[in-house]
């Protein structure tokens, strides 16, 4: 009995004595956080890997069907977008970031997807242009084999240094909002996956950040039509230019001179069509441009008053 006892004892001190060292080795470890646990449909998560710069073995198990992957965006900061796109039905979801030489082998996220309505718009459109574009198939053709293909690349180099700029310099009327459903002379269209601003033909446009341009051409569809891939998937849409002023290879700087506006494809007057996707799931720009979201390390939100929604124009 008394050998047991003190059997039992040796157990417990080399017990006591291991998890200390074991906790103290644990919370040593990088680990991960998420950008928020509540989110619209049409915005984008974060997942941070803090205390490492290297994500091998991490794998991010998320229901919104998005392989993340992440990019040095600091000194031992990892950070991979995970994007929730605007056909999220709204609930909680589980989001996972796992992998063994993670703290605690890992952390699980529950997400709330808020229930955000988007209004319907039913655009009524002279039916040459939308013939010729939205319900032309030699159009939709062209756009699914040049510029599709774009969505899936992911440069490694995160180009952006925080926010966005808007890609015009002034206000201008919003005519259609973000994720807005949408109907052309009573067909139904897909979302409308940017913002529309009306401006006169020929007003300058902008990058919104730095980056490298993947497309700078002519597409029935769109129009003149610029993707800029600023790092991490995180790309910038600029369509319906009448002007185009850089070329497809070449590195912009937040604030370069692009394009100018124009009414070129799918549009019924002068306006910017401009877009932000994460690969191919489309957010909302102006989280891009008017809050801190891209500001890592910054607490301060900005807020610019969106503008009120006049005539529908595409
Ligand atoms: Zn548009």
Known sequence: MKKFLLSVLLVVAVTLSV???????????????????????????????????????VRVENPFGFNVRFTKAGKNLLIGFLPV???????????????????????VFTVQVSDKQFDLQELIVDEQVAGSTIFNDAASKEFRQKIW????????????????RRPMDGEY??????????????KPNPRHDGIDWSAGTGTPV???????????????LTGNTIVVEHG??????????????????????????????????????PHLHFSASINGVYINPLTLTDSS??????????????????????
């Open 232 to 269: 991490c998937g995180l790309k910038s849409w600029y369509e319906h230019l009448s002007e185009i002023n850089v070329e497809a290879g070449a590195m912009v700087k937040t604030g370069d001179l692009i394009g100018k506006v124009g009414a070129t494809g799918f549009a019924t007057g």
């Open 85 to 107: 796109s605007y056909h999220t039905a709204a609930g909680t979801y589980t989001v996972s970031v796992l992998g063994d030489r993670l703290r605690d082998g890992g952390a």
């Open 293 to 314: 979201f891209l500001a890592f390390g910054s607490a301060a939100k900005t807020s610019r008053k969106e503008q009120p929604v006049t005539s529908p124009r595409p």
């Open 19 to 57: 998890v200390p060292a074991a906790a103290s080795s644990n919370t040593a470890k990088p680990y991960a956080t998420l950008s928020s646990t509540s989110v619209d449909p049409g915005e984008t998560l974060c997942v941070k890997l803090r205390g490492t710069e290297d994500a091998s073995g």
């Open 149 to 164: 293909p774009l969505k899936e690349i992911y440069d490694d180099e995160k180009y952006f240094d925080g926010p966005f």
């Open 206 to 220: 902008y990058a919104a950040q730095n980056g490298r341009v993947l497309f700078a051409d002519f597409v029935q």
């Open 173 to 186: 009327t919003v005519t259609t909002p973000f994720g807005f459903l949408r109907t052309v002379n009573g």
